[in-house]
């Protein structure tokens, strides 16, 4: 295969695409492109895909302001034997990541960027370049399931605690149709066994705990720098009265305990904020309790949308827990979320996802709550 250094793609991929990082070389047109993030999951993913008789071409995303380990990335796919591509994605994660992370917390809503980029950024790159080159499927290390049923592919919740689909509810049928994902049957301390037996280079790597463009969790500075202003206002109780100065309500998020800096006889939580009038109001927990949650851009991952209402379990947040509830489905991309008994909702900007049984049944974004 020839080596494609410096040639540009269109799409997603808007930059070079680096490939020959490592001595492999593609001798056919490769079965899967692997999402190669250079952490021990995408690692045991590799080695899995090789055992299993694929021809794997890994891809490292190349992100702005993300701490992209190349090391690692290239020392894995050393280690498997295939060779690496470097994928520039940076105008498209701008676009379409970062710009709504900006705009989501200046109206005072807290977004979830790696919901927004997988299927919009990750996954069309590595389907972008799965056609490039001719393969017919792409991968991640991602802890989740993909199954095909009368025609469609089938978004699966993972067995363990470690549960990724959560994350991958807005990956459209083009995509998911094509995904293998190696870590289906196996748990994290497993994965982590087969590591260290295969002797992968990143058999200890911790796993990271952050968004990858917001290093040590300061999401405050990543928002100054992409221009969200931080102008202070009122924290507020219930009834409107001024319990102190805030620093700028994009430091805050609905649900939020820690960090609030005012004094009071009992445990206070943002409960609501007010983008025009910069009013963050905090209450007890009882004031975040809600029946109903509203729902916008709302997709259905595993199938058409529903005529009528459905049961289902709800997620508000990445985790195992979940709400029995009854899914309404309003106009085009709406829908309306009735819990059995009331839950502690989710922050406006976040996702809720519906499954029936192990199936993802799709989810949209947290508007509103209506007790």
Not at 43 to 64: D, F, N, T
Not at 83 to 106: C, K, M, S, T, W
Not at 196 to 208: C, G, H, I, N, T
Request: hydrophobic share 40%; proline share 6%; net charge positive.
């Amino acid at each position: 295969m020839p080596d494609r250094s410096g040639q540009k793609l269109t799409g997603v991929i808007s930059a070079s695409v680096l490939l020959r990082q490592t001595e492999a070389v593609c001798r056919r047109a490769p079965d899967v492109v692997l999402g190669l993030s250079g952490g021990v999951d995408s690692g045991v993913a590799a080695e899995l895909l090789v055992r299993q008789g694929y021809s794997v071409c890994g891809a490292l995303l190349r992100i702005p302001g993300a701490d992209c380990p190349r090391e690692d990335a290239l020392a894995v796919a050393q280690a498997a034997d295939i060779p690496l591509f470097e994928l520039d994605v940076g105008e498209a994660f701008e676009r379409i990541v970062l710009r709504n992370f900006a705009r989501e917390y200046a109206g005072a809503r807290t977004p979830n960027p790696c919901i927004v980029c997988n299927p919009g950024v990750k996954f069309a790159a590595l389907c972008e370049l799965a056609d490039e080159l001719g393969a017919p499927f792409v991968a991640s290390g991602h802890y989740a399931g993909v199954r095909t049923a009368a025609g469609r592919a089938e978004l699966l919740r993972h067995a363990s605690g470690k549960d990724q689909s959560y994350m991958l509810y807005r990956l459209p049928q083009s995509q998911l149709g094509r995904l293998l994902l190696p870590l289906q049957q196996m748990g994290k301390a497993s994965v982590r066994e087969l590591a260290r037996e295969w002797a992968l280079p990143v058999a200890q790597k911790r796993d990271s705990q952050d968004i990858c463009f917001v290093p040590q969790g300061d999401y405050a500075a990543v928002l100054e720098r992409l221009g969200v202003p931080m102008a202070p206002g009122d924290f507020v109780d219930g009834e409107g009265r001024v319990l102190g100065r805030h620093e700028g309500i994009a430091r805050y998020t609905v649900g939020q305990r820690k960090g609030l800096g005012v004094s009071a006889d009992r445990r206070l939580f943002v409960t609501k904020i007010d983008a025009l009038t910069r009013r963050v109001t905090l209450q007890g927990s009882e004031a975040l309790l809600c029946s109903r949650l509203a729902l916008s851009d709302v997709v259905w991952t595993s199938g058409e949308a529903p005529k009528q209402p459905v049961c289902a379990t709800v997620k508000l947040r990445l985790g195992p827990r979940e709400h029995a509830a009854r899914v309404q489905p309003l106009g085009e991309r709406g829908a309306l979320v009735l819990f059995d008994r009331p839950v502690r909702r989710g922050a406006p900007g976040q996702s809720a996802v519906f499954y029936d049984g192990d199936m993802v049944l799709g989810g949209g974004v947290i508007d509103d709550a209506a007790l």
